[in-house]
């Protein structure tokens, strides 16, 4: 399991908390945060946001500043931003500050609130990810000072993200749906049919987007296609796949 996910995974129970759960920090933008880093996984949405930031498109920036892999666990294909040199600097620090400051992920933005959802991937509800199955996290705080206290309801607000998040929602569903299938029919696919479809899922849902477009339709178009070709897929008899 990837240690990051290992680590929260392991520390759910005592991390937990709601949203008008408070907790003290105050962030004294030291960007130690930004360094030793190897877990800044990108959505869609934090992609097509960094790139407009950069005034890039979604290929070039992950060309200049990603890492693409098989999730190790959820076998669909990872963005995440690569790390610079033996200190792992994010690739998107300058001077000290962040490049795309107004435009970072979602992840980065919610520190040191983290948001997950629980899903069994085995047991995956055809209805999607509910907005009840969200939970909140608070990461251990060791940095900046304790002289403002937050809920994490204030916290979100603050950060303009929304409680029930529409893309955020989509997007576990989409992720649970494929991860369920891929995790149970990989070992019958051949390699290179997988690879190809590994391609074709990074693609749609990562890079095909019109930056001068609105953003959720556009996903909700991509996911709709790579989900209708895995469904596709169920309905071949096992000797065509
Ligand atoms: S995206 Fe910005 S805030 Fe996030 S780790 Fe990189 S430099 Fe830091
Ligand atoms: S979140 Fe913490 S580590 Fe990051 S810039 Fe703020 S105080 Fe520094």
């Avoid at 005034?55 to 990872?78: K, T, W």
């Avoid at 969200?134 to 309801?153: A, K």
């Avoid at 690879?195 to 178009?221: G, K």
């Amino acid at each position: 399991m990837d240690p990051r996910l290992k680590e929260i995974v392991d520390n759910y129970d005592s991390w937990k908390i709601s949203l008008d759960g408070s907790f003290r920090f105050h962030c004294t933008e030291c960007g130690k945060c930004c360094i030793n880093r190897e877990d800044i996984l990108l959505t869609p949405r934090d992609l097509c946001n960094a790139s407009k930031a950069m005034n890039m498109l979604p290929p070039a920036f992950v060309n200049a500043y990603c890492e693409c892999y098989i999730g190790q666990d959820s076998r669909i294909p990872i963005v995440r931003l690569k790390p610079i040199g033996s200190i792992k600097r994010c690739p998107l620090l300058k001077d000290r500050k962040c490049s795309i400051h107004q435009a970072k992920p979602a992840v980065c933005a919610m520190f040191p609130v983290g948001r997950a959802v629980t899903i069994d991937k085995d047991s995956y509800n055809q209805d999607g990810v509910l907005s009840s199955q969200i939970q909140y996290i608070l990461n251990p705080i060791t940095c900046g000072d304790q002289s403002e206290t937050h809920t994490v309801r204030d916290w979100l607000n603050a950060f303009h993200i929304p409680l029930e998040d529409e893309f955020f929602l989509k997007w576990h569903s989409c992720i649970a749906e494929l991860s369920s299938f891929i995790r149970k029919e990989e070992k019958k696919i051949p390699e290179h049919v997988m690879n190809d479809l590994w391609t074709a899922v990074y693609i749609h849902l990562y890079l095909d987007y019109d930056l001068s477009a609105e953003f959720l339709p556009q996903f909700e178009r991509n996911a709709k296609d790579v989900l209708d070709l895995f469904h596709q897929l169920k309905e071949l008899p096992e000797s065509a796949s």
